[in-house]
DNA sequence: AATGCATGCGCAG
DNA sequence: TGCGCCTGCATTA
C-alpha cells in the first residue's frame, strides 16, 4: 500500500534493522529473481537507506545500491527474532528479497523493482523525479514551475511523478479536499498561493503519513469522536474526506462523494466544496 | 474455485 | 488510451 509515506518508513525501518550492527547481513532471494545480486551483497553491511517519493534505495558496501519499487501491491514484512529465541521462519516462495541477520529479518515481495544498481543509475532516478514533500532539499517551485504552463488537470499533475514525487492516489484526492481544489481544473489555474498550501499541507500529512505508518487527513474537529460519527470501516486504516467515499455524505456539507477515471485510477471529490473556480466545460 | 480489485507505472500505438 | 506486470485479499458462486 505504498505512497511516499510508506517508502520513507521502510528507508528508516531498514536502517534501524540492518545497518550499524556491525555485522553482514544474509541476503537471499528465495522467489529466485533476484539471487544472483544477493549471492554478491550477502555478508556485506547494510550501510544507508535513501528513499525518493515511492523509491527506496538499499545501500550496500560503498556503492552497491538495491533500487525498490513496490508498485501497487508490493509489500515489506519485518519480523523480530529474540537472540536464543526460534530462528526466523522460512520464506514462502513469493518473496523476492530477505535480508536477514541474528536479530530481524525482513521480507520484500511483489515489487515491480528489485534491482543492484550503481551510483550513476540512482542518480539517474532522482533527475528523472519532481520534488518529494517528504525530502529537506525539496522545492516546490520547481514543481509549480510545471504545475503552471500544464493545461492537464491538477488531479493528474499531482500524481505525476515527474511533477511531484510520493504524492499517490489517497493523497491526492485528499489534499485536492482540504484545499477546495476542482480536481479538473487545469494547472495552469493554479495559484501560487493555491500550491504553496497545498505543499505545506503535504509536507505535513506525508510526515505524519511516515510516523503513523498510515494515511490520516481529517482535521480534527471532523474526526469520528469530534463528529459523533462511525469511524470509517474500511480495510486502509486512516480517516479521510473523500477516498473510496463514493456516494457516502460529505464530512463538511452532507453532498454525496463522487467519484470518477481518470487516467486509469479512481478519483475522489466533493462537488460542493470542491467548486471549479475556472471554467466548467473540463469537468467532464 | 473463480473473480475482482488495489495507495503504480512503463510501454505500445 | 489501454495492457501487462507484480501479489494478496475479500467477495461471489
Redesign the pocket.
Known amino acids: 500500500?505504498?505512497?511516499g509515506?510508506?517508502i520513507h518508513r521502510l528507508a528508516q525501518d531498514y536502517a534501524t534493522r540492518f545497518s550499524g550492527t556491525g555485522t553482514g547481513t544474509r541476503v537471499t532471494s528465495p522467489?529466485g529473481?533476484f539471487s544472483d545480486a544477493a549471492a554478491l551483497l550477502t555478508g556485506a553491511e547494510l550501510t544507508h537507506t535513501d528513499a525518493h517519493?515511492?523509491?527506496l534505495f538499499l545501500r550496500f558496501r560503498d556503492s552497491d545500491w538495491v533500487h525498490i519499487?513496490?508498485?501497487?501491491?508490493?509489500?515489506v514484512t519485518f519480523g523480530e527474532v529474540a537472540p536464543g529465541d526460534a530462528p526466523a521462519p522460512p520464506p514462502?516462495d513469493?518473496v523476492?528479497l530477505r535480508l536477514a541477520n541474528d536479530t530481524a529479518y525482513a521480507d520484500l515481495?511483489?515489487?515491480?523493482t528489485c534491482a543492484l544498481i550503481t551510483d550513476a543509475e540512482k542518480q539517474a532516478v532522482h533527475d528523472?523525479l519532481g520534488p518529494d514533500p517528504l525530502r529537506p532539499d525539496a522545492d516546490p517551485a520547481t514543481a509549480h514551475a510545471r504545475i503552471r504552463r500544464s493545461r492537464t488537470t491538477i488531479a493528474a499533475l499531482l500524481?505525476d511523478?515527474k511533477v511531484v514525487?510520493g504524492?499517490?492516489?489517497?493523497y491526492r484526492a485528499e489534499v485536492l479536499f482540504r484545499h477546495g481544489i476542482d480536481p479538473y481544473r487545469p494547472g495552469k489555474d493554479i495559484t501560487p498561493a493555491e500550491w504553496d498550501a497545498v505543499w505545506t499541507d503535504l509536507v505535513a500529512l506525508m510526515r505524519e503519513g511516515v510516523r503513523n505508518n498510515?494515511?490520516d487527513t481529517v482535521r480534527p474537529e471532523h474526526t469520528p469522536e469530534a463528529m459523533g460519527r462511525p469511524p470509517r470501516v474500511d480495510?486502509?486504516?486512516?480517516e479521510v474526506y473523500v477516498?473510496?467515499r463514493a456516494t457516502l455524505p460529505c464530512h463538511i456539507c452532507g453532498t454525496g462523494i463522487r467519484t470518477a477515471?481518470l487516467?486509469?485510477?479512481?478519483l475522489f471529490w466533493c462537488p460542493t466544496c470542491q467548486t471549479n473556480r475556472n471554467n466548467d466545460e473540463t469537468n467532464q
Open positions: 500500500m505504498p505512497e509515506h510508506t522467489q529473481k517519493g515511492k523509491h519499487h513496490l508498485g501497487l501491491f508490493g509489500k514462502t513469493t523476492r515481495r511483489g515489487p515491480t528523472r500524481m511523478q514525487a504524492v499517490g492516489n489517497v498510515r494515511i480495510d486502509h486504516g486512516g477516498y473510496r477515471d487516467a486509469a485510477r479512481n
